[in-house]
Structures are given as C-alpha cells and as structure tokens.
C-alpha cells in the first residue's frame, strides 16, 4: 500500500455523504421503518476506497437490524449483505474501539465505523443501508470516498461479504460424558456438521472473516467454546488442504485467549467474561495471504472438537470474485439475526 503511494495515477477523487444541502449542519438523514436510503449510487468505471458511518436510534439493535447493501453492474441481487455492525467488525450490535487494516472502529466507543477494503466496479455500484427495525433510524451520517478511472484492469475483482448465524449449533447432549470427554475427545474426520463461514462458487479468493461466538452452555467447569478446527475445502477436493489446529490458533491468538487485542492482520475484539462466558469478537483478515480458488470455496469451523458444542455462532465472509455473487447461503431475516442478551443463559 505505502510501496505504491508515491505513484501519481490518472483518477478523479470523488465523496459521496450526508452533508446537508442547505447548507446548514443537519449533516445526516433518517431511515424508516422497514426503508432504505442510497448512501451512492456511482458510475464507473472506479473504485471505493473508504466507508464512514455512524448511526443513532432508539432501537438497541440497531447494528443488527441495519444492514449495509452493495449491489455491482446492475446485478439483480446484492454481493454485499451483512448487519452494520457486523460488517465493521464487531458482532452482537455491540461496539467498541479498535483498529485494523481494512476496518477499524472508533471513538466515541467505536460508533464511528470505518471500512478501506478495496471496491472495484466496472459500471455502477449501489451502496444502500436497510432499516429492519421497528424503530427510525434518526440520525444516518456517512461518506463513500470513491475513484473514477479510465478503466480497470481484466484481473480486478468484485467485492463479496456475507453474514450468516448458526443459533445454536448442533452439538450433543454431554448425559454420561465427563467435562474432558465432552470437551476435548471424539473424532471429526470429514467435517461434516461444522460452523459453515462461507460457501461459495466462482473464481476468485477469500480475504477474512469476523467470528461471533456467545457461549450458551450451563457448567461450573472449564468452559473454552473454541477447540474447533478450521477447515477450507478449495474447488470441490475430497479433503481439505487448508486445515488448522484450533479456532483460536486460526485467528492467531493461543491458548483460550481472555484478552482483548487488535493488530492490523487478526484480533479481539470482545474477548467474552470468566470461563469464557459471554459474547466473544474475533476477525482474521487474510491481506498477505488470501484462499486463491478456481471453480468453488467452502471454509467452515468445528463448533468445538468434533462439533459437540451448541452455543450461537456468527460471522461475516468477505471475499472477491471475478463476477458479481452470493454464496450458496440464504439471507436471514432480522428475527434470525437479534442477538441473545449479553449474560445469556444466566446461571
């Protein structure tokens, strides 16, 4: 990024945001019930470089119930899906300060969402927010910084993010297991019934994820949710290549992290309560090293070893491809996706 920085490039610096017409300082707009409002409707050939929201309402989910949409070339669905604040790294609707490359949050206590992965379109791109509350959205603010160019090259892809939830998992009944053996023994040879992250068709790689786990489970005893093995399975192969050795390890961290951290490359940030209770935030973005695949991409995570745990499981893939698409994964309506309370299951 900062290699290439000095290069003087043939392209026109463009905005698109809230600023109000008048000239006054009414700087935002309000979204309805069940509406959605045009952050930019853009002509291309260009690319979006930066996004900049922060949103205010009366409903406490409103970073769930909010969903960020962008559609590519006049494409008759959206390639990208995702609640707002899940979309900026951080799951549950809650929010937090921290930083990343290509999200960050930040203050006032992380509502001023930030987004810099890069959006190429060759002829038009929608960017919409869709208000599936019950509740006004009152106060909208944004900025869609974007490029117009002469054109882009034949190898620049399309930008893809999609939310999905598993609530919850499908674990097992732990009647007659100790604690070790319902949380460390088991076989899962195939890695069937894991956490599904993404699965998709095309051409094209994957660039990370956000990862949400609230821990529902009941127990006095060690309680780590994440001894899960993450699983990429590249252009229909039997088994996969890409196999790691602990949910944690996956998002670079060690040893059922209690920590918040952020780096620019992987982090936390909600990292959960005592015995890993509570709602946890991970991301992983992959910028040095991104899943190449040719023809399909299916990644997905035990929920815990050998899938035994049911706890509620979210995130959001982001990913590029070489058309507009969706993966082979349905839209979850707002019901599906408002998070428990942050304490659930009291014990």
């Known amino acids: 990024m900062l290699r290439s920085l000095s290069r003087v490039r043939s392209a026109r610096s463009r905005r698109a945001s809230s600023y109000d ?8 707009v309000t979204v309805a019930p069940g509406a959605s409002h045009v952050l930019a409707d853009l002509e291309g050939p260009g690319v979006i470089r930066h996004l900049w929201v922060t949103a205010l309402g009366d409903d406490p989910h409103l970073l769930r119930t909010a969903s960020l949409r962008i559609t590519w070339e006049d494409a008759p669905f959206a390639s990208v899906d995702a609640p707002l604040g899940d979309f900026f790294g951080i799951g549950f609707g809650r929010s937090a300060n921290f930083a990343a490359l290509p999200v960050a949050r930040m203050p006032e206590d992380g509502r001023g969402m930030n987004c810099w992965w890069p959006m190429p379109f060759r002829r038009r791109a929608r960017i919409t927010v869709l208000n599936e509350s019950e509740h006004p959205i009152s106060h909208l603010f944004f900025h869609v910084d974007w490029e117009a160019v002469d054109a882009l090259d034949e190898d620049e892809g399309y930008f893809h993010a999609w939310f999905h939830r598993q609530d919850p998992t499908d674990g097992i009944a732990e009647d007659g297991l100790t604690n070790h053996e319902f949380q460390m023994e088991g076989l899962n040879p195939t890695g069937e ?20 786990v609230q821990n529902l489970r009941v127990t006095d005893e060690h309680d780590w949710w994440g001894e899960g093995d993450d699983m990429f399975w590249v252009d229909g192969e039997a088994r996969p290549s890409l196999h790691g050795t602990g949910t944690e390890d996956y998002f670079g961290t060690a040893w059922c992290p209690t920590q918040a951290f952020h ?22 973005f992959h910028l040095a090293d991104p899943v190449h695949f040719t023809t399909s991409l299916r990644f997905s995570i035990e929920h815990g070893h050998a899938n035994r745990r049911s706890d509620d499981w979210s995130s959001v893939a982001y ?14 309506p707002v019901a599906a996706r408002l998070p428990h309370p942050p304490d659930h299951p009291r014990t």
């Open 319 to 332: 990913w590029y491809l070489t058309e507009p698409g969706r993966p082979e994964m349905p839209r979850l």
């Open 21 to 28: 017409r008048t000239g006054g300082n009414a700087d935002f």
């Open 193 to 212: 019934g894991n956490y599904l992250v993404l699965d998709v068709r095309g051409r094209g790689h994957y660039v990370g994820c956000v990862l949400n």
């Open 263 to 284: 780096a620019p490359f992987s982090g936390i940030t909600l990292p959960g309560a005592s015995n890993w209770k509570g709602q946890a935030s991970y991301y992983r």
